[in-house]
């Protein structure tokens, strides 16, 4: 037994003071990493993945980018196969650079290509192969942390080698539920709680970006805040994010634009796509190049300025928060 | 007052008897009456529109396709402009042949072209005005007979003239909402009942449906029924019907396919788009060609069958049934 | 074909005008009718009750008391048995006075006392029989005229006696569903669209507003403006309304309170239960006592002043237009 | 940076392996230490309550029950005041023995007695005095743990005082809320997160449990599982559990009743309230009485018999898997 009187400047602070840091890392390091685990380590069932996880410095050595969020650089070489297993986890695959990998999630293989964002949610077997003639690597995300911290993991071995070798261009889920605004009618009866789309394409997310700037220059409502293009990936049959946990999104800053300062409850994991960012994030600043990432924990206010026009790929634990009300988000300048 | 002994019979059938009747228009008729009407009536403040509306035989003559939904053929002249107002019945627009016509929804200019659905839902202000050389007829379906029944219908005249006479390919909604899956940040925190997307596209219907046939070909779940590819217009910001009242939907018969024998409570109007549909509803039944129409009453039976390649465009109510729980389906060779 | 530009002046007016009418029935009027048809008419298969509809004055002779309600005085002598049947019509009882009539519902009998609401939603069996040495007369509220209009009304036949002919204090229903927030365990995973709680008692509902009317003397918030109590009764496992089609509320004004003007989309029927009410309906003024009946048609103004203490009963249909997005209010000092 | 296919194991098992551990602690034990700290500690500002917490000897010496759950015996003297505060935590009472102490929340008098359950649900402020001749202990319940986990934690300082010191038999709250399914009409526009009826009283779950047991005897359904009755404490606004992030529960099994061996996802903690039982978690095995705790760790089996006839009051952080869709549930001998 443990009295509260001692604890409670540490359990029930004045605001989230969270353990985890600001911090960034540079593609520049991860890739040669990555690269070196591709000569060191096979990849096959017991290890699953050749993956490296961000671990953050503030959390104690462990593989957790955040407090609730995994990110980590997978890497493939030509010809391996990342055998098939299924777990509650929810997991993405966002494509900064390279292609060639199918990842087949539920029996359809569904093309990773640069800029691409690829869903594997919850409970769905998926697995990975690389028939190209270069490695790939690319940035995984997953809510482990969190599900690790509440109990709440299953997982299931599925083959030892991908349940099709098929390479289409476009998965099956793309071709049910890939059209804007279109839902399949033999499906929409069972929403599911994850989108059932599995790939949200760079060609789609890039012109929606260029649309939102376009509205602006001609005078019209779309952008965020000016200069700052954002959509967020959703789940077509229900509108809600894509994953129970998990929020992404993608961020286009004009040249010389620059975000307003803001704290959020929960924390967020960025990568810089193309160009250059000038990140402040509480009293830690970086400039950012594509494939850098850093995190925001919870509640330490950040702003992202763009010297030159910069792209960049977002992904958080907000729906969490906002599905148990908690969720709470203060931007200088605008009423609470 | 009036005893419920003598009444209970027509007011309590075993199961629902509807007053409207099956029935069809032939394009061939409707087009040479709207063309007559162009020539006779003009279009302006007070008429409002130059619309024919659809009479089931059943309903006592009035204007009602059903006892919950309004048909009509549209027809505007070129240089006409119909003026703008707005009222709180739900509308959509869908064209079957010809364009040149923008309507304006709240100031955003949509371009209606062939094979297109274009909305204005309740209490959006809309006009209308043709460009080409050429005169335009389309169908417009919207709840008229419901919201009269149920006393629920407010209505505003806006400006004479339509408050922009930009001509642009794409709306600003397509610009924000019509992207596949994705979901401008700007936007997201208030969703309405209505889908912010004004203009759905045949490009993306038709390469919908076509997917759909070939993932049969290749043997893989997506149609609803052998042959028979469909998909709903769907609110991108919810995953809910396109408007609170009314369902739309397109179907792709293959040749040599037919539907199920199906009953639904609640009414439909149907119209081929291209090919030709052998249809029975109830016991009634019609060869129809592009552009004509056909109304299945509430609980009728009805099949349709394509002795050579259909597309039908389908409105109904049955978001009312839902959203109330009082809507039941059967169809034939399918548990209950 | 009907042309919309002679139509659209009826089916489009600038607000809602309904040709249901303001009306008032007087208890005294009614009471004696429902005892004669007493005499005259027997209770059994095929007529199934013995109620006399209050017909609304603008809705052409049809049984109906707006346009998509019925409101009706039934009438059940000592022993007599209204057999069971169940249809997709939602359906109600409010007791203005007497006692020993058990309605069954679904196998639960539920004792009828003055001041209770009994519920029967759609498709339940229900059935009731008087185990009195007087006839006792009761209020039925249903949507026939509504289901009637939409053409979605399915009716089947039960046994001709009633299921139970216990006549337990409190139904099955109350005892698992009547307890302030409180859920059994049992139950809680299928929520249906309607209230699984067959009985709001007077002993309940007399206490809320007792209660209200404390706290306004107190100097605390609970009323809905000076000296109305008013309460809503709800399904306790969503919250949501009694049926999704209807709703029922009970207002207690002090001696000396009146309502604020009220507009609203959709209808309402009241009773008054105890004291006298000064009632404006549009350009209608009625004085009501016990018993006393009046309709308020979509959107026609009305005021309810106590120039002594009054009770009153009230269902409406506004739950159609909530679930439609169709609502709208207007409160004379209130902003919109 | 940390590899995957080394943690893999730990982060990723094939089901749920939580650090916490089955574990019981005596009300004859929590009870004199409380008592001690009463002698030791004062309440005031800074410490803000006396409250000794549950610690799980498999969570490191952490004050936390569970991975999620506070449990904790808070005790005030005679005369004592716990000054206002608010967090965004959220909060329950649960008084296993005693009286005398009211917890004002947002200014609302609650007075605390035995077997009710009081909530004081995030960011409401609230403070406690007790006015009687004896100490109170009772359980408090929160999910600090789960708050700290994710850093989502806000803490605002009240006055000193509690901002009222009536002490009424029946809060504000209950007056509004406290009357089985009706909702007060000044209120149902805006439904909270949480639960706005403060106090669930003994009077009521008592007769709840009684009635399914009643039930069961005369043959109905009502109990979860022969002689095993149980209800929800429930949000009588939404029906939903009364804070976002814990359910609780109140059980009654007869003399000779066993709950069927159950697994779930999430923790629970369960204080007996009145008689015996026999309780199995895991591999342990206790026999507890009237104010002993025990805790289930997520995914551990467990059942609860009753050599003689128990009262259980239960409190879980299901809300929090359900509404992420990670729950699971099994049940020996039912489905999955």
């Given at each position: 037994m443990v009295p509260l009187w001692t604890e409670i400047g540490e359990l029930m602070p004045m605001e989230p003071t969270s353990r985890a840091v600001p911090h960034a890392w540079q593609w520049g390091d991860l890739l040669p990493l990555a690269q070196e685990s591709g000569r060191l380590v096979p990849v096959g069932r017991g290890g699953e993945r050749r993956a490296i996880a961000l671990a953050n410095p503030g959390l104690g050595g462990r593989p957790f980018a955040t407090p609730t969020m995994w990110a980590a650089i997978q890497y493939l070489c030509p010809g391996e196969v990342a055998p098939e297993h299924r777990h509650t986890q929810n997991a993405f695959r966002f494509v900064v650079e390279g292609e060639g990998v199918w990842t087949v999630v539920d029996g359809d293989p569904v093309a990773m290509r640069r800029g691409d964002l690829l869903l594997t949610a919850g409970w769905h077997f998926h697995g990975h192969h690389n028939i190209a003639t270069e490695p790939m690597a690319w940035l995984d995300g997953l809510d482990i942390p969190f599900a690790?911290?509440?109990?709440?993991?299953?997982?299931?071995?599925?083959?030892?080698?991908?349940?099709?070798?098929?390479?289409?261009?476009?998965?099956?889920?793309?071709?049910?539920?890939?059209?804007?605004?279109?839902?399949?009618?033999?499906?929409?009866?069972?929403?599911?709680?994850?989108?059932?789309?599995?790939?949200?394409?760079?060609?789609?997310?890039?012109?929606?970006?260029?649309?939102?700037?376009?509205?602006?220059?001609?005078?019209?409502?779309?952008?965020?805040?000016?200069?700052?293009?954002?959509?967020?990936?959703?789940?077509?049959?229900?509108?809600?994010?894509?994953?129970?946990?998990?929020?992404?999104?993608?961020?286009?800053?004009?040249?010389?634009?620059?975000?307003?300062?803001?704290?959020?409850?929960?924390?967020?994991?960025?990568?810089?796509?193309?160009?250059?960012?000038?990140?402040?994030?509480?009293?830690?600043?970086?400039?950012?190049?594509?494939?850098?990432?850093?995190?925001?924990?919870?509640?330490?206010?950040?702003?992202?300025?763009?010297?030159?026009?910069?792209?960049?790929?977002?992904?958080?634990?907000?729906?969490?928060?906002?599905?148990?009300?908690?969720?709470?988000?203060?931007?200088?300048?605008?009423?609470?």
């Amino acid at each position: 037994m443990v009295p509260l009187w001692t604890e409670i400047g540490e359990l029930m602070p004045m605001e989230p003071t969270s353990r985890a840091v600001p911090h960034a890392w540079q593609w520049g390091d991860l890739l040669p990493l990555a690269q070196e685990s591709g000569r060191l380590v096979p990849v096959g069932r017991g290890g699953e993945r050749r993956a490296i996880a961000l671990a953050n410095p503030g959390l104690g050595g462990r593989p957790f980018a955040t407090p609730t969020m995994w990110a980590a650089i997978q890497y493939l070489c030509p010809g391996e196969v990342a055998p098939e297993h299924r777990h509650t986890q929810n997991a993405f695959r966002f494509v900064v650079e390279g292609e060639g990998v199918w990842t087949v999630v539920d029996g359809d293989p569904v093309a990773m290509r640069r800029g691409d964002l690829l869903l594997t949610a919850g409970w769905h077997f998926h697995g990975h192969h690389n028939i190209a003639t270069e490695p790939m690597a690319w940035l995984d995300g997953l809510d482990i942390p969190f599900a690790h911290g509440i109990d709440s993991t299953f997982f299931e071995f599925g083959p030892e080698q991908v349940s099709s070798t098929e390479t289409p261009d476009r998965s099956r889920s793309e071709q049910l539920w890939g059209h804007p605004g279109l839902q399949p009618l033999s499906q929409v009866a069972r929403p599911a709680p994850s989108s059932p789309l599995a790939a949200y394409r760079w060609e789609h997310t890039d012109r929606a970006l260029a649309d939102q700037l376009a509205l602006e220059d001609a005078g019209h409502a779309g952008v965020v805040e000016p200069g700052h293009a954002a959509v967020r990936f959703a789940n077509p049959a229900t509108g809600a994010d894509v994953m129970a946990t998990l929020r992404t999104e993608f961020h286009r800053l004009r040249a010389g634009a620059a975000t307003a300062r803001r704290q959020e409850v929960g924390s967020s994991v960025w990568q810089v796509f193309t160009g250059r960012a000038e990140v402040i994030v509480g009293d830690r600043t970086w400039d950012l190049a594509a494939g850098d990432l850093f995190v925001v924990p919870s509640w330490v206010p950040f702003t992202i300025g763009a010297a030159e026009a910069v792209d960049l790929f977002r992904f958080s634990d907000t729906p969490i928060y906002e599905r148990l009300h908690l969720d709470r988000v203060q931007v200088a300048g605008q009423e609470q």
